[in-house]
């Protein structure tokens, strides 16, 4: 049985495990057989190769197939067990964990709720096998910095560094000076807000766009100017002209893999839309933290390949701010982020940043320096099983709700689905009654708009998934069985409230 390691399976065959020991054995090493094969086990629990929860083969199979003695086995896993990394239940085998951690059930239900909820709203994965070994290896570069105060209010060179040759490798010149390393990409936006808006200010969105940057601009007494996004695309004319009319203190804009809808603009509209900021004088502040989910191509950035390159690359003075994040690239518990800018607006929102935090924590930024530099290796087979976990919720969907438009994005992590009638927010509130949680579409607009559209992440485990679209069919099975159409959305909202 293959493992499929970003998400999720209940058991793992003897042939699989082996493949991914590999040579675990060495004679020379001078430990028995048994604290060999326990630290194997152990490393690829630890770096995600084996996920948590999945059953792991017996010890009379996974001793012929090893060619080793079953006692040999049974003394590697007692000693996982005692340092809590297998867990044994009676009828039910042994399966992985990590000490203090959850012991993932092997049932479907093994992600959902205690009272039985399936959270279908967070578009993000577990992390993938490589990420440990970056831990690892900056636990082993902390001792040189433990003499230091710990605080470097920019980021640690290394990373600045490691985001800039990044950059370059994108076919986006970068100096280290134009980095500025944040607690993740929110933080970095609520550090551009602070530096370039006041109360009242203008903001021009794509509309719709990511929903905790419409609480961010909101939270900052700011007033979102939202220009539509047409069928396919940018419309760089109502751009143009929201940029020209509206006088905004910036616009905010997701190139790659746009949440929600996981469109990626091309090299023209980038060229285009950089054109007009600079025209208008109006800052660019573009959101890249989708930029490495392409799951229809191999390629990142894809500068040296002569394709898409980042919105900063057709900048000439100074128009654009990039955010990025490790977070979506690697695993949403790298709270590391970063903004690229010139040098005047770096050292400006480094002085803002003294009185919000001192600085990021120094280990998670030395991880995400290994990860940058490509000195641990991360999990290859993660992008092709995003794009057939696309591909199966895309399937599912067009065959339990064939009245549902669907697209296929060329990226991100969820799709944008549009419903025949204006009932996002109805649905929303009879799945809930279905033991399902979904997010509708106005989430992600302004003054009540996408009412018919649902946001459906393809990062739960296959089986979870497949119950999930379950749920959501019998919800809208009763909620058009239940609710007569109402012109008023709020009022039909409210009258399945009453239903459930």
């Known amino acids: ?28 090493a001078g430990d028995p057989a048994y604290r060999q094969l326990a630290r194997a086990l152990k490393l690829l629990v630890m770096d995600g190769r084996i996920p948590l929860g999945i059953r792991v083969p017996g010890e009379r199979e996974l001793a012929l197939a090893l060619g080793i003695s079953r006692t040999t086995v049974a003394a590697a896993f007692n000693q996982l067990r005692d340092e809590g990394y297998l867990l044994s239940r009676q009828g039910s085998g042994t399966v992985t964990r990590v000490p203090g951690g959850r012991a993932a059930a092997t049932d479907v239900e093994s992600d959902v709720d205690q009272d039985g909820m399936i959270d279908w709203t967070a578009a993000a994965l ?18 040189a910095w433990l003499s230091g105060l710990g605080y470097e209010a920019s980021g640690i060179p290394r990373l600045r560094e490691a985001i800039a040759a990044d950059y370059a490798r994108r076919g986006c010149p970068t100096r280290p000076d134009q980095i500025l390393v944040t607690s993740g990409a929110q933080h970095a936006l609520m550090l551009i807000l602070r530096l370039l808006t006041g109360p009242g200010d203008r903001i ?57 809808t996981g469109r990626h603009m091309d090299s023209d509209t980038r060229r285009k839309l950089v054109e007009a900021a600079s025209r208008t004088r109006t800052p660019l502040v573009i959101d890249e933290t989708m930029a490495d989910i392409a799951l229809d191509s191999d390629l990142f950035g894809q500068g040296a390949d002569g394709a898409v390159v980042p919105v900063a690359t057709f900048d000439t ?184």
């Open 1 to 28: 049985m293959a493992l499929q390691s970003a998400f999720g399976q209940s058991a793992l065959g003897a042939a699989s495990l082996m493949r991914h020991l590999g040579q675990w054995r060495s004679e020379g």
């Open 204 to 260: 021009v969105v794509d509309h719709p766009t990511y929903h905790n940057a419409l609480s961010a601009i909101a939270r900052n007494n700011c007033r979102a100017v939202p220009v539509s996004l047409p069928a396919q695309g940018w419309d760089m004319e109502a751009m143009d002209a929201a940029m020209r009319q509206t006088a905004p203190r910036f616009a905010y804009i997701i190139a790659d893999y746009h949440n929600p």
């Open 317 to 500: 003075d100074g128009t654009v701010i990039s955010i990025g994040s490790a977070s979506k690239r690697y695993w949403g518990g790298l709270r590391i982020g970063w903004i690229r800018a010139d040098e005047q607006t770096i050292a400006a929102l480094g002085r803002i940043r003294a009185t919000v935090d001192m600085a990021t924590p120094v280990v998670e930024q030395l991880a995400v320096a290994a990860l940058l530099e490509g000195s641990v290796e991360i999990d290859g087979a993660r992008r092709a099983e995003m794009r057939d976990a696309r591909d199966r919720l895309v399937a599912a969907l067009t065959d339990r709700l064939p009245d549902w438009r669907v697209p296929v994005p060329a990226g991100g992590l969820n799709l944008w689905v549009e419903m025949p009638r204006a009932e996002a927010s109805a649905l929303a509130a009879m799945a809930q009654a279905h033991g399902l949680r979904i997010v509708p579409g106005p989430r992600f607009g302004i003054d009540g708009a996408f009412e018919r559209f649902v946001r459906l992440p393809f990062t739960l485990p296959p089986a979870q998934l497949m119950l999930a679209i379950d749920r959501l069919a019998s919800a809208a099975d009763r909620l058009h069985a239940r609710v007569r159409p109402m012109a008023n959305v709020a009022t039909w909202a409210m009258e399945a409230e009453r239903i459930i």
């Open 126 to 143: 577990p992390a993938p096998a490589g990420v440990w070994q970056a831990y690892e290896a900056a636990l082993t570069q902390l001792p």
